[in-house]
């Protein structure tokens, strides 16, 4: 049985060492948009460049990105959709983050509410969002600091 397997692996073992990846980088970050806030979670809506200088489209997925508001942890997002980036382009995407309200409720309702209505919150987003393609994996570090319109 293994002598039937081994072929496979040696065949994916080549294929993937001959792909030549270049890191995808943020760019930018243009906009910054809260959608929503629900029982659920808070909706965010970004729109930003990023650079994928690579000769093939990279799906991008949530790895870990801590979400701030006011300096203050509100918690994990993940994007809502994967992201596919086009190949060898500069492009802006527009995505949408959905970050959980922590389960014991440690979130400042009276100060998001306040925020909302004077347009005065300020998001942070710090971490790590995945980049796959043709079996290969890789992290792009996200840091941005933003007012939120509204």
């Known amino acids: 049985?293994?002598?039937?397997?081994?072929?496979?692996?040696?065949?994916?073992?080549?294929?993937?060492?001959?792909i030549d990846y270049e890191e995808v980088r943020l760019v930018s970050v243009n906009e910054t948009d809260l959608e929503r806030i629900t029982p659920e979670g808070v909706v965010i809506r970004v729109k930003a460049t990023v650079d994928n200088p690579n000769e093939y489209k990279i799906s991008l997925n949530t790895k870990d990105l801590k979400v701030y508001l006011n300096g203050k942890y509100l918690g994990v997002a993940n994007l809502r959709d994967k992201i596919q980036l086009k190949p060898k382009k500069v492009d802006e995407y527009e995505f949408y983050m959905v970050s959980e309200i922590p389960a014991d409720g440690n979130i400042d309702i009276g100060t998001l509410a306040q925020g909302t209505l004077m347009g005065s919150l300020r998001l942070k987003v710090e971490g790590k969002i995945q980049a796959k393609a043709k079996g290969i994996t890789?992290?792009?570090?996200?840091?941005?600091?933003?007012?939120?319109?509204m």
């Open 1 to 18: 049985m293994l002598k039937y397997i081994m072929p496979f692996v040696l065949l994916a073992t080549l294929m993937t060492s001959c």
């Open 138 to 149: 890789r992290s792009i570090d996200v840091s941005f600091d933003r007012n939120l319109t």
